[in-house]
């Protein structure tokens, strides 16, 4: 199994930047495509990015296309979000999750507490 620990979130301006942080813990994290979500209050969780096994190819939402970029460091098990020219939409709490490298679905039903970006305008 692995386990994992979002950090970086915080509150910030409208147009402004924050890295976010999943720490990864598992002997297998480099053998899983790995992905960000999100879920704003009443609303279904979303996927944000997703980057495959070695970090050659990656892919992101519409949404996000642009502005973010995932990125991982298997020496470090530790997966990456750079979010850039934030906007208030972006405010939700940010999961990361092993994921299908095709479809991009979690492998598994367990979340972490996640990191909480808040967007002010």
């Known amino acids: 199994q692995v386990q994992l620990v979002e950090s970086g979130g915080g509150l910030?301006?409208?147009?402004g930047s924050l890295r976010l942080s999943c720490a990864a813990s598992?002997?297998?994290?480099?053998?899983?495509?790995?992905?960000?979500?999100?879920?704003?209050?009443?609303?279904?969780?979303e996927f944000v990015?997703?980057?495959?096994?070695?970090?050659?190819?990656?892919?992101?939402?519409?949404?996000?296309?642009?502005?973010?970029?995932?990125?991982?460091d298997n020496a470090k098990n530790t997966v990456y979000l750079q979010m850039n020219?934030?906007?208030?939409?972006?405010t939700a709490v940010y999961y990361c999750a092993p994921t299908s490298g095709i479809t991009w679905h979690?492998?598994?039903?367990?979340?972490?507490?996640g990191t909480q970006v808040t967007v002010s305008s």
């Open 49 to 72: 990015a997703g980057i495959r096994k070695t970090g050659g190819s990656t892919y992101y939402a519409d949404s996000v296309k642009g502005r973010f970029t995932i990125s991982r």
């Open 26 to 45: 598992g002997r297998t994290f480099s053998s899983y495509a790995m992905g960000w979500f999100r879920q704003a209050p009443g609303k279904e969780r």
């Open 85 to 90: 020219s934030l906007k208030p939409e972006d």
């Open 12 to 15: 910030v301006q409208a147009g």
């Open 106 to 113: 979690p492998q598994f039903d367990s979340w972490g507490q």
